[in-house]
């Protein structure tokens, strides 16, 4: 059982090395805000910290140090509770 266990969490760990190999692979500077606009439907497009999301009224933010500027670039601002809405 021990044996089966150890190697069940070895192939676990190779699996999250190679995803998060293949994350670190794709270049930042691939997103297009054209290609990105055409699939946010109702949302902006805003470019964070974590890369390019579409944003809508509503939708969950963050507070962290960064991400005020582009909610305020694309038209949006974080409130008290941590929820986007509308300048």
Known sequence: MKKRF???VAVAAIGAVGLVGGASA???????????????????????????????????????????SAYKHAGFKCDREGRLESR
Request: charged content about 10%.
């Open 26 to 68: 794709q270049p930042a500077a691939s997103y297009n805000f054209a290609q990105v606009s055409r699939t946010c439907g109702h949302g902006t497009p805003a470019q964070t910290l974590g890369g390019v999301k579409c944003l809508a009224p509503g939708e969950y933010c963050s507070h962290k140090p960064g991400y005020a």
């Open 6 to 8: 150890a190697s069940v």
